[in-house]
Structure formats: C-alpha cells, structure tokens
C-alpha cells in the first residue's frame, strides 16, 4: 500500500471510529436513566430495562440483513447510510409520548445502528493484512470505547439537567452529522471504494450463513461472544442505578464514574502491541477473564462508591482484552463472506446482551445486586479460561 493510501485508509479508519462511537453510545445511552423512566413512565426496573433489551434484540436480528447487503454494495457506503438512518430512532425516542413508544424507537434505533460497527469490523478485515488487524481494530475500538462510556454520561448528565428527552434530541445530531460526513468520505476516499467481489454464495442469505456455522472455530467465538456480552454488560447495565440508588450519587456522577471502564479499554488500546506480545492470545483470554471477575467482587464488596473507579477500570481492561482477540478471529472465521460472518458476531454478542439485561433485572428483583455481582464474577473466568484452552488448542492445529 503505497503512503498515500495508507493515508487515506487511516482516515478511513477514523471516521468509522467516530461513527462506531454514536453507535456505543446509542445503545448505553439508557442505562443511567432507568430510574427517571420508572418514575416517568410509572413502571417497574424490569418494565424500563426493556429499553435496553429491545435496542440489543434489534441489533442482533438485523445483522441477518446487513452482512450479505455490505458484501454486496460496498460496506463503506452502507455504514455511512445506516447512520443516517439512526437519526430517525433516535428522534423518535426523544418524542416518544408513552414507554412503548419508546420501546418502538429504541428497536428501530437498533435495528439501524446495527450496520456500523459490524461492518466496519469488516471493512477492516477485508482491507488489512491479519498480522496488522489486530492493531488496526485496537485503534478502531478507541470510537467504541468512548461511546460506551460516553452514552453512559451523555444519559446521566441530560437526565439531571434538561431532562432524558434531550440525551435523544442530541444522539440524533449527532448520528445527522456523522453520517453526512462518513457519505462523503465514501465517495472521496479511494481506500473505501473495496467491495467483495468472491461471488461465493452470493444471493444466497442462508446459505452464506450455514457456510460460516459450517466452521467448528466459527461456532465456538460465536457461542463465546454469546455469554461474554450477556455477563459483561447485563451486569454492566444496572451499575449506574446502583451507584444512584444506594450510594446517592447524581445519575452524572454515576455515570461519570462509568468512565474508569472506558479507561480500561482505552489502556488496553494504546498498550496492545504490548499485551498481544508479552502475553499472547491465550493469556489475554485467561488474563482478562479474572480481571473482570476481580472488579465485579470489588464492587460487590465496596462500601463506599469510590471502589466503583478501580472495579469498573478492571472490568473494562478485562473485557477488551477478551473482546478484542474474539473480534479479531471473527474477522477471519469466514473470509469468503465475511460480512457474514461478522454481522453474526454481532448478533451473538448483542443478543447475549438482551438476554443478560433481562437475567440481571429479575436477579436484581429478587436478590439484590450482590448475588448478580457474584454470580458474573463467578462466570466469567470461566468463558475467559475457555477460550483460552480452545485457543491454545486451536494454535497448536
């Protein structure tokens, strides 16, 4: 790749990056604001959760549509267009008169966003040499990372101020904004005109599916990514509400603490040629996996919020560690339709989400936070030791 290509293509890169964050964002835009719904809309923690459940059921469902469509017109142009689309939810939800209607919004809003990260993923993939990706997606999930803990605040701090309504009204600015400018970066740009041209499968939804369940590997990362989403942000979700709640801290400042998780992530980011070469694939699966589970029992155990800051860190360090090697093998699970198969990751991981949020909120009915703190840091090291068995494995083959 010549220099100005290479150029280009890390702009590229970067726009997805910022699109990546409006899409992070969109879906941790409500946890910090499920206790203001439940006042608002009169309903009970399980009843609001449903606005982040339906977000993560649409995002994973869709995915079945915007991989094969990506391997056909060109992800680029794709991603640019779904994020436009995203403005629509996002200005429903900001609308929405009754919680259902705020349901229906969350799951177009969904639906739409579903087309950016898993795409760019990729885009990522089918453009960059496998010894450069995991790199490349380090510096990509930087957008990621930041919308995570930026939906959080961004939820939290309109919440306490001019009100939940407006975190909406200011997601959908945003997603106008991005999206126009990533439409243009796709006809400008010559690094973003790749399409896939392996006419393998094409036409052929099902089949394109069953080609990437056909691999053994393929199935384990998706089953993998399954339970990691579920454990990590179903537990993730009901953080903030429990910081508001039993520590009295302002949605912001619950939120803000957040952060310490994105910081996490962001370590990792800027230290993984490091990680990935002292501790190899197999050591970031074990390692992040027991990372995660300490945070979770130092939030279990604190007893003032401050221990939220090192816990949520850890867990964030933890979980990129974990996430980012799942999402480098699923770039290469399937290169032949690999939209495909990324778009099925995707959906693995935010299905596991819906069905965690869903989990977590009736353990925190009849339990409490502590049994659901216990129970995902008891877990966990158990997916992460997992993986990093069947890596091992799957590196001496």
Not at 39 to 60: D, E, L
Request: with cysteine; glycine share 10%; net charge positive.
């Amino acid at each position: 790749m010549s220099e100005a290509l290479a150029a280009h293509h890390r702009r590229a890169v970067m726009l997805l990056s910022v699109a990546a964050f409006a899409s992070a964002a969109a879906a941790r835009l409500c946890d910090p604001m499920l206790p203001d719904l439940a006042r608002s809309f009169a309903a009970s923690p399980t009843a609001v959760a449903s606005v982040i459940s339906s977000f993560a059921i649409a995002y994973g469902l869709s995915q079945a549509l915007f991989g094969p469509l990506g391997d056909r017109v060109g992800k680029y142009r794709l991603i640019a267009l779904t994020t436009l689309c995203s403005t629509l939810g996002a200005l429903g939800s900001a609308l929405a008169a009754s919680l259902d209607a705020l349901v229906v919004s969350r799951v177009l809003l969904g639906a739409t966003a579903a087309g950016i990260i898993p795409l760019s993923m990729a885009w990522i993939g089918d453009t960059v040499p496998y010894e450069q990706r995991q790199a490349t997606l380090a510096r990509f999930l930087g957008g990621q990372i930041l919308g995570s803990v930026g939906g959080q605040f961004i939820g939290g701090a309109f919440t306490d101020t001019l009100g939940w309504r407006w975190a909406f009204a200011f997601l959908a600015v945003l997603y106008l904004l991005i999206g126009i400018v990533v439409l243009l970066e796709s006809r400008a740009n010559p690094s973003t005109q790749h399409r896939q041209t392996d006419t393998y499968h094409q036409g052929l939804l099902l089949g394109q599916a069953a080609e990437v369940f056909a691999q053994p590997w393929a199935r384990l990362i998706l089953s993998i990514v399954f339970l990691e989403g579920m454990l990590v942000f179903g537990t993730l979700a009901f953080v903030p509400s429990y910081l508001h709640q039993h520590f009295g801290l302002s949605l912001t400042l619950a939120s803000a603490a957040m952060a310490f998780f994105g910081l996490g992530g962001l370590s990792y980011i800027f230290a993984a040629r490091y990680f990935v070469r002292r501790l190899g694939e197999v050591g970031l699966a074990m390692g992040g996996g027991v990372l995660i589970a300490l945070g979770w029992l130092i939030l279990a155990w604190g007893s003032t919020w401050i221990w939220a800051l090192p816990a949520s860190y850890l867990v964030g360090l933890g979980f990129y560690m974990v996430h980012n090697t799942l999402q480098t093998h699923a770039t290469q699970m399937a290169p032949k339709v690999r939209g495909t198969a990324v778009s099925l990751f995707a959906s693995s991981f935010f299905l596991g989400q819906a069905l965690g949020v869903s989990l977590a909120a009736q353990t925190l009915t009849a339990a409490g936070i502590v049994p659901l703190l216990l129970l995902a840091a008891l877990a966990t090291p158990l997916v992460g030791g997992t993986l990093a068995w069947r890596l091992a494995r799957h590196h001496r083959a």
